[in-house]
């Protein structure tokens, strides 16, 4: 298990772009990460995933606006987002788990981030 930091998250106005980055704390190989987002009052949601090869997984919610992707070198995983609406607005996590094989499921992921605010305004 690899603790993790959260950052590139802000304020940004609808139709605009953020990158977040993830950076892992140790030097813990990470076979699989992925994105969660949080928004008050909801449950965590998966947003996207990639594995240690570099295929990657989508919400629908967010397919065709978020590119995940990865440095194999460090395991600091990214997620592009575009085309940010309002309701994209959350806590993003990101998560890493030490074996492979992708999952949507929040309890499936060992390590967690701190979190990072993304804020969409309209």
């Known amino acids: 298990q690899v603790p993790l930091a959260e950052s590139g998250g802000g304020l940004v106005q609808a139709g605009g772009s953020l990158r977040l980055a993830c950076a892992a704390s140790g030097r813990t190989v990470s076979m699989h990460m992925g994105w969660f987002r949080q928004a008050p009052g909801k449950e965590r949601e998966f947003v996207a995933a990639?594995?240690?090869?570099?295929?990657?997984f989508y919400s629908d919610s967010v397919q065709g606006r978020f590119t995940i992707s990865r440095d194999s070198a460090t395991n600091a995983m990214y997620l592009q987002m575009n085309s940010l609406k309002p309701e994209d607005t959350a806590i993003y996590y990101c998560?890493?788990?030490?074996?492979?094989?992708?999952?949507?499921?929040?309890?499936?992921?060992?390590?967690w981030g701190q979190g990072t605010q993304v804020t969409v305004s309209s």
């Open positions: 998560a890493s788990r030490a074996v492979g094989g992708n999952s949507r499921l929040p309890a499936d992921y060992d390590s």
């Open positions: 990639i594995s240690w090869i570099g295929s990657q």
